[in-house]
């Protein structure tokens, strides 16, 4: 019988889990990269806030509904879409923060 040791549980937890970490951590910096991208193209002309914001939220809630509607079987590319969408909503707080400071 093979007894697990605490270096073959680290093993397959670096292996398996630290590439999931990694694409997450990627996935919700891509995310803050594009709110940072779309907070600063509509704010040139000055009459396309309203615009871009209802199309960030409406593509915000789509993604919304995709993810959470599914019960067990998340695809991965859902999944990644979730962590951008994350990274979009905090990328436009801390936006938010900044112009309010």
Known sequence: MYKYTIVAS?????KYNFH????????LLLGFLV???????PAQTGDWG????????TINEIISKLVYSS???????L????????GIIYGL?????KLGS
């Open 50 to 57: 309203v615009v871009a914001g209802s199309v960030i939220i």
């Open 35 to 41: 709110a940072t991208i779309l907070s600063t193209l």
């Open 71 to 77: 019960r067990k079987n998340i695809f991965t590319g």
């Open 20 to 27: 999931y970490i990694k694409c997450q951590i990627i996935c």
């Open 10 to 14: 680290l093993k397959i937890f670096f």
């Open 93 to 97: 707080f801390v936006d938010a923060f």
């Open 79 to 86: 999944k990644i879409m979730n962590y951008i969408k994350i």
